[in-house]
């Protein structure tokens, strides 16, 4: 039986489609969203600042997380940044609405890049960093089998606060362990 290779049960990955821009641009005006996706100052975007994101490039794969019930936008998730002659890339994701965090999509939707990223794409490491105070982000990591690797120590300053940005990485032997 072949499996979907795009699809889950609760998500799906998609191309970027008409309208999506502006959905994206909307998740920029929660500041929630913008500290936990990103390092940099937190400030909403223009439009156009998101119409090139998710064109096809040769080193990065670019998603879009849409529901199966009822094909709506929640997210992106991406592997970016591969270097193929050592067959390891990063991985970045977000899930837009506040109302749909907390609800496994980010689990799935790690399960699903993965399988791309190492059966399709035949990488064999996958990497990502993520502020120490995004416990939500880092629990799923931790369940999709990604292991810390290091600190990037007090490299992150929000509200007069200093914190750490964790690295994660997970390599296709350890994933095919505990999910194949």
Do not use: C
Not at 42 to 71: C, Q
Not at 141 to 156: D, H, L, P, S, T
């Amino acid at each position: 039986m072949t499996t979907n290779l795009f699809r889950g049960q609760m998500l799906k990955l998609s191309a970027k489609r008409e309208g999506d821009t502006e959905i994206i641009a909307s998740w920029d005006e929660d500041p929630e969203y913008l500290r936990n996706v990103d390092t940099d100052i937190a400030i909403p975007r223009p439009v156009e600042h998101f119409e090139g994101e998710g064109d096809p490039g040769s080193n990065s794969f670019y998603f879009r997380l849409r529901t199966i019930e009822d094909d709506r936008l929640i997210g992106f998730i991406v592997i970016h940044s591969i270097e193929w002659n050592n067959r390891a890339g990063m991985l970045a994701m977000g899930i837009g609405n506040a109302n749909d965090r907390g609800k496994g999509y980010g689990s799935e939707a790690l399960q699903l890049l993965l399988r791309y990223a190492f059966h399709e794409l035949n990488l064999n490491r996958v990497g990502l960093d993520v502020i120490e105070y995004n416990e939500r982000g880092i629990r799923a990591y931790q369940k999709a089998g990604f292991q810390v690797e290091g600190r990037i120590r007090q490299a992150v300053n929000r509200d007069g606060k200093i914190y750490d940005r964790i690295n994660m990485g997970i390599l296709r032997s350890e994933w095919e362990e505990i999910f194949l």
